[in-house]
């Protein structure tokens, strides 16, 4: 299990950004934790030299492709995508086709979240969360 999880935006600017992700895992005889990274890799096409068009092909994590753009080929940026996805998701949730495409409870944990990465940056301090009454 997991104790936590961080990520470090270490964005390169480059057409394939990448971001060092990294889990806090407990030692199994309970001794101190260890620090273990990964890299989120994100693979663009359309800058520098490259013709194919602008467009976020996937995103990588040890390898394996974690994400793949379901609008590719449309040029639509990231914010887009986004966008785009989440209507899809809603139209067949409203439709009966498929389930609610970001319920309550995952919003509410992500907003807990985000409160804590806010309290942590202006404290300086470690801030820990746990699961609410909310997320079930």
Not at 1 to 12: E, R
Not at 65 to 83: C, H, I, K, M
Request: proline share 7%; with cysteine; net charge negative.
């Amino acid at each position: 299990m997991l104790n936590g999880l961080y990520v470090m935006l270490a964005k390169n600017l480059r057409p394939s950004a990448s971001y060092t992700c990294g889990y806090v895992l407990p030692l199994p005889n309970g001794g101190p934790t260890t620090p273990v990274e990964s890299r989120l890799l994100r693979r663009q096409t359309g800058l520098d030299l490259n013709l194919e068009g602008n467009d976020v092909e996937h995103i990588s994590f040890d390898g394996r492709v974690v994400y793949r753009n379901p609008f590719r080929g449309t040029r639509l940026s990231e914010d887009d995508v986004a966008v785009a996805d989440l209507l899809e998701l809603t139209g067949a949730w409203a439709r009966g086709e498929g389930p609610e495409p970001y319920p309550l409870a995952e919003g509410l944990q992500d907003h807990r979240l985000s409160l804590a990465i806010e309290e942590s940056v202006a404290t300086g301090r470690v801030v820990a969360t746990g699961t609410e009454a909310w997320a079930g």
